[in-house]
T-cell receptor
Framework: AQSVTQPDIHITVSEGASLELRCNYS??????LFWYVQSPGQGLQLLLK??????LVQGIKGFEAEFKRSQSSFNLRKPSVHWSDAAEYFC????????????FGKGTRLSVIA | GAGVSQSPSNKVTEKGKDVELRCDPI?????LYWYRQRLGQGLEFLIY????????KSGLPSDRFSAERTGESVSTLTIQRTQQEDSAVYLC?????????????FGSGTRLTVV
């Protein structure tokens, strides 16, 4: 079975600074990987996803993530954070081999300060 | 519809009462998922429907929880004899294909408070 670890519960960055949110997964084969964002009181919105091919994937809102098989990681990055990026971010892993539901990490809460 | 619709958006109920939560997925999405999100926690998988196949109920925490789905349309999640630990946001998601390889579309959730 697959699993996801997001080591950072809460991160605070200054507006305009760069951001990296960590995600490590466990899965025996090539996984499907996702990042979702959840603003307060809202559902989850898909930021980006990785299935195969280019290991650097681009998403919405200027986010990108890099799949590193050797490190079992799929870290989310943004070069310059905006105050509106303050939210909860969830990494998720899916099994490429079958019809199993996505497994989500516990999330990282991002705060942005002026 | 254009998105996944959940109702009610908020529900306050007394301990011991039954509650029913509704999810209306995107038209044409064959797969439907229910997750629970407790305060400060990640998403906990509850149940998964795929077409006319038997649902995957492996995530339901107790026999007080049940869910139904009519074909590829509306789903209802029922919690009987609610307990305070059932307080959470219940999120529904749908996907075009099973396994979520295209990602899920989530509803805004139902916030359940058991008092």
């Amino acid at each position: 079975a697959q699993s996801v670890t997001q080591p950072d519960i809460h991160i605070t960055v200054s507006e305009g600074a760069s951001l990296e949110l960590r995600c490590n997964y466990s899965y025996g084969a090539t996984p499907y990987l996702f990042w979702y964002v959840q603003s307060p009181g809202q559902g989850l919105q898909l930021l980006l996803k990785y299935f195969s091919g280019d290991t650097l994937v681009q998403g919405i809102k200027g986010f990108e993530a890099e799949f590193k098989r050797s490190q079992s990681s799929f870290n989310l990055r943004k070069p310059s954070v905006h105050w509106s990026d303050a939210a909860e971010y969830f990494c998720a892993v899916g099994a490429s081999s079958g019809n199993t539901p996505l497994v989500f990490g516990k999330g990282t809460r991002l705060s942005v300060i002026a | 519809g254009a998105g996944v619709s959940q109702s009610p958006s908020n529900k306050v109920t007394e301990k011991g009462k039954d509650v029913e939560l509704r999810c209306d997925p995107i038209s044409g999405h064959t797969a439907l998922y229910w997750y629970r999100q407790r305060l400060g926690q990640g998403l906990e998988f509850l149940i998964y429907f795929q077409g006319n196949s038997a649902p995957d109920k492996s995530g339901l925490p107790s026999d007080r929880f049940s869910a139904e789905r009519t074909g590829e349309s509306v789903s209802t999640l029922t919690i009987q004899r609610t307990q305070q630990e059932d307080s959470a946001v219940y999120l529904c998601a749908s996907s075009l294909v099973p396994g979520g390889s295209y990602g899920y579309t989530f509803g805004s959730g139902t916030r359940l408070t058991v008092v």
